[in-house]
């Protein structure tokens, strides 16, 4: 590990809870004030998914939703249950601790219950959670007293969930990561993945839910929850990082994909029955027209029990776009249900030239959603009925945006659907949907379509701002000819001149989609009238595996490239909607680096950057970075450990550059971020803040990691980006 950068010696002030900054001016109290209807507006609600219903002594359960949301009185979002019936309007809070017990939530999934203790307890949720932000995410058991026959004694280490009806036990007592948990169809068995063989290798495990034998004892004592390896290592010399997919129907097979990166991910099963146990199989299909090592597979098996062994799955082996198909194993034969471009001699059930994505299966149906050019579209293919192996479009009924969903079959209702709906006139809120399949329309094309009326859920809508812009897509050449595409908001739908902020996402395998927009967005645009563009530079996804791999490693600097293509088009096909003179950078993660990297080569033509938790040297970076994530991103950005690669790295990197900025350069970072260390941010601030015109400026934000949650920090940032872009953006 390179030593990493002091910052002792800098002088901080403390202008609000969390927050370190540096050179930081006073932020005007209108600005916060003004902040605070768009902040509440973000505020919206994300989807956990079902409940799952119990059946106790006294009769069935049903079960509700469970949501994630950030209260206006909280530091941090909170779970949230509401009833699968919109006619009840209650909106139940589940968890209530506070940012010293608990940060982020990355999962709450639902069981029908477990034995762990030696009883019964009923229903509830297995939690992912980390402590502050450095992600090293625990397994929780969440559970509610009133299900259960039994009521436990105080556990040690037991959360304070008061006033909160629920209870919370840790489950693992370490400071490794615990993620990727599903749960069988049957409920007997749980599936996650950690690093806690030797922090490096993230290993798939299995543990029984029903039947357990733990040996403990329904009493005060801490619970380890037991688990069975079922990866070992190949033994090939690489890093692996396991993802869990799906248990087939009959509890014989753990569905799994090796993640080697984010273009090559073959999928793997296990024998987890009694049979040929630890004995993995890699799914080879049959008639790929790619190089196997190209392609990336995920998927899902089929919850039918004559068909339990088919696995649904999506995968980029048969072209350039993620597509569905079926496999079924016994008989080693592929089905292809929306894989565009194939010779005619193979049937397709319906071509979809775009990424197919977030693929749900049930016994009567399957769902998923397609990537039109960052705008979502909804389908579902009966498995059952008149309409049987149909891909039918399910239109909504609203203006159009991102679609996340997640289906009630578990509990015996495959057609029911909630969505989480998010647009450019909301972020974030809940709908309900009841489809029929049976009868459906087509249009003159002859493709199949249903419309669904969705019912809304009152209590989970985020509130919408006064005023709305739309995003149109735009498309421009950069310099080697490729097509660049973007979405482009104009305060006034381009009647005049406005500067313009452009908004440069994350991944670099991650997409700027209609409901990408920063904290800041509508701010901009309605108080202060600066336009907003966000690019999808190569690299990004949603484009194809080709797009996506455009700067790997050698062509790292081709995306920075690409945004010096956005400017100039900005002067020359945008001139009289924009004002070229006044153009900022402004990104997180991937993009803090390509900000970065943009003020170094394109300072004359920039007023100004915001990075937040960017990448400034890439071989520190990689060397910083955590353990577990490190071999996947030596893929994408090249093996520092290689003098060669470490020479090029070195030389694009914008820290060795940074003497070049001629610009002010406002950085943000987490201090407990592992994936990108606080130190990165500190050597860019302390060489550019002595560069002629740099007045560089940092703000170091205290229990975060990569990405802001807690409210004060979200507030202060917030606040802080607005008055330095109005200051250095405006004048």
């Known amino acids: 590990m390179t030593a990493l950068v002091d910052y002792g010696d800098l002088e901080f002030t403390r202008p609000a809870d969390k927050i370190k900054a540096v050179n930081v001016p006073d932020v005007p109290q209108e600005i916060s004030t003004g902040m605070k209807a768009y902040e509440d507006a973000a505020r919206n609600f994300n989807l956990y998914g079902f409940e799952r219903t119990v059946r106790t002594v006294k009769g069935e359960i049903p079960g509700g939703i469970f949501l994630s949301h950030r209260p206006e009185d909280a530091q941090v979002s909170q779970v949230y249950r509401i009833s699968a019936d919109p006619a009840n309007t209650a909106l139940e809070r589940l968890t209530h601790f506070n940012i010293g017990t608990g940060r982020i939530i990355a999962t709450f999934k639902s069981i029908a219950g477990e034995d762990w203790r030696g009883v019964y307890r009923l229903g509830g949720a297995i939690m992912s959670m980390d402590f502050n932000g450095n992600e090293h995410f625990q397994l929780w058991r969440y559970w509610e007293d009133a299900l259960c026959e039994q009521v436990l004694p105080k556990i040690d280490g037991e959360l304070d969930n008061a006033p909160g009806k629920g209870r919370i036990e840790r489950l ?58 079922v990866t070992p290592p190949l033994r090939d010399g690489k890093t692996e990082r396991w993802v869990t997919r799906s248990f087939s129907v009959d509890d014989k097979y753990l569905l799994l994909t090796r993640a080697y990166g984010n273009v090559y991910q073959p999928t793997f099963v296990v024998d987890i029955s009694g049979s040929e146990p630890g004995k993995l199989e890699r799914i080879i299909l049959p008639g790929a027209t790619e190089r196997e090592e190209a392609t990336t597979m995920h998927g899902s098996f089929s919850l039918d029990p004559a068909n339990a062994h088919v696995i649904y799955i999506i995968t980029n082996a048969y072209g350039d776009f993620d597509a ?39 016994d009567a149906c399957i769902y998923f959603t397609a990537n039109v050019e960052g705008w979502s579209t909804l389908y579902a293919m009966p498995l059952r009925g008149p309409n049987k192996n149909a891909v039918i479009e399910v239109k909504l009924g609203w203006e159009g ?14 057609y029911e659907l909630v969505l989480r709906l998010a647009s450019y006139r909301s972020r974030g809120f809940v709908r309900k949907a009841t489809l029929d399949l049976q009868t459906i329309m087509h249009t003159p094309d002859g493709n199949a379509y249903i419309d669904v009326e969705l019912t809304p859920y009152v209590q989970a809508a985020a509130p919408e701002i006064a005023k709305a812009v739309a995003p149109k897509l735009i498309k421009f050449r950069s310099f080697d000819g490729l097509e660049v595409p973007a979405l482009y908001y104009h305060p006034n739908k381009g009647n005049s001149k406005a500067p313009v902020v452009i908004g440069i996402h ?43 791999s455009l700067d790997d490693v050698w062509k790292r600097e081709d995306a920075v490239k690409d945004i010096n293509a956005l400017i100039e088009y900005i002067g020359s096909g945008l001139s009289g909607e924009l004002d070229p003179s006044r153009i900022a950078v402004m990104g997180g993660s991937y993009g803090g680096y390509m900000v970065f990297a943009t003020l170094t080569h394109y ?63 406002f950085i943000t970072h987490g201090e407990s971020d592992t994936r990108v260390t606080v130190h990165e941010a500190v050597a860019m601030y302390k060489i550019a803040r002595d560069t002629p015109g740099g007045q560089a400026q940092l703000v170091i934000c205290e229990g975060e990691g990569h990405g802001y949650r807690q409210k004060s920090v979200i507030e202060y940032v917030n606040a802080a980006t607005i008055d330095y872009l109005k200051r250095f953006l405006l004048s």
């Open 401 to 414: 945006g991102w679609i996340a969903y997640s289906h009630n079959g578990q509990n015996g209702r495959p």
């Open 506 to 548: 994350g991944g670099p395998e991650s997409q700027a989609t209609v409901q990408y927009r920063t904290a800041t967005h509508d701010y901009l645009l309605n108080e202060l009238g600066i336009a907003v563009i966000y690019p999808n530079v190569r690299g990004s996804s949603g484009y194809g595996r080709k797009y996506m």
């Open 603 to 665: 300072s004359s033509k920039l007023k100004c950057g915001v990075a937040n938790f960017g990448i400034g040297n890439w071989a520190t970076f990689l060397e910083n970075t955590a353990p577990v994530r490190r071999a996947n991103r030596r893929l994408e950005y090249g093996d520092e450990s290689d003098p060669v690669v470490r020479a090029f790295l070195e030389r694009i990197s914008p820290l060795n550059n940074a003497d070049k900025i001629r610009v002010p350069l």
């Open 324 to 362: 569905v198909v079926s496999y079924d194993m016994d008989q080693r034969t592929v089905t292809h249900i929306t894989t565009p471009n194939l010779d005619a001699s193979v049937p397709v059930l319906k071509p979809v030239s775009w990424e197919v994505e977030h693929l749900g299966v049930t």
């Open 172 to 229: 693992t007592h370490d400071d490794y990561r615990y993620g990727s948990i599903i749960i069988s169809p049957s409920n007997k068995l749980m599936a996650f993945v950690s690093n806690k063989e030797n922090n490096t290798d993230t290993l798939a495990y299995v543990t029984r839910l029903i039947g357990s034998s733990t040996g403990a004892t329904s009493d005060s004592t801490p619970l380890c929850i037991p688990s069975k390896l």
